[in-house]
């Protein structure tokens, strides 16, 4: 004759086995990857704000709403540093598009 069945310990190792699957679930579902286009349309965004801080910093210089000159000079460097990485991106980008078309069928 079979011993007695406890249900609550098989209710409990069920329990337990559901919650496992359901976090190994999770763990299997893909993390969303960043899009292509969001990340470009970011950093453009960083970079306009970036020269749109500058620009006001020199307009406020030129009013004399400010005598901070280092300031300026260290936000419009930074401007022009952030344009020139954009730029370098573009190029880059424009040459692996013309490697992929010219490449054969």
């Given at each position: ?102 490449m054969p069928l």
């Amino acid at each position: 004759m079979l011993p007695p069945v406890d249900t609550r310990s098989v209710l409990a190792l069920r329990a337990e086995i559901l919650a496992r699957n359901a976090a190994l679930g999770q763990a299997a579902q893909p993390a969303e990857t960043p899009r292509f286009e969001t990340a470009m349309r970011d950093a453009l965004r960083s970079v306009s704000r970036v020269q749109d801080q500058a620009g006001a910093m020199s307009e406020a210089y030129e009013r004399g709403d400010t005598q901070d000159l280092a300031g300026v000079m260290i936000a419009r460097q930074k401007a022009s540093i952030a344009f020139e990485a954009t730029l370098q991106v573009r190029n880059r980008l424009l040459g692996a598009y013309k490697d992929v078309m010219s490449m054969p069928l």
